[in-house]
Structures are given as C-alpha cells and as structure tokens.
C-alpha cells in the first residue's frame, strides 16, 4: 500500500488515513484521524458527509453587497486592532 501511495501522489503530499500505515515504508507525510489535531480536523469533514448528526443545521449566507456583519469591523477602519 505505501508503494503505492509512493507512486500515485506528489512528493509533498500528505497523506490522510484512518488508520497507522507503515510510515517508515514511504516518503509521504501520513496523517491519521486520532494522532494529531490536523487528523481530526479531515476526519470530522468526512464524517459530516456521511454522518446525519454531523452535518450543519443551519445556513449562513452573506452578500459583499449586504454590508457587513453587525459588529463587524474591517481591519483598516477607524479603531480597528
């Protein structure tokens, strides 16, 4: 499988699995879902898709030509940070 994944992606590819591969076996960075916080990250993305109680409950639209958000400041307005 690591050959594989040698062959099949770029150099700097990472590599998201859910489970441990044989990392010494390949070149490629492998991020697994439990070992790192990037792994949950990717794991949760994926499991909303699949996942009914994952998946968003509400809708959040915005328009350039609304405005912006209450409360909202740009970075370079009057007293902004």
Not at 29 to 54: F, H, I, Q
């Amino acid at each position: 499988m690591v050959r594989f994944l040698d062959r099949t992606t770029p150099r700097d590819a990472k590599i998201f699995a859910f489970r441990p591969l044989m990392e010494a076996y390949t070149s490629r960075e492998v991020v697994v879902n439990y070992l790192s916080a990037p792994g949950w990250v990717m794991y949760d993305a994926l499991m909303a898709a699949v996942e009914p109680d994952r998946q968003p409950t509400t809708r959040c639209a915005s328009s350039p030509f609304s405005g912006p958000a209450p409360g909202a400041r740009h970075a370079n307005s009057p007293g902004a940070g």
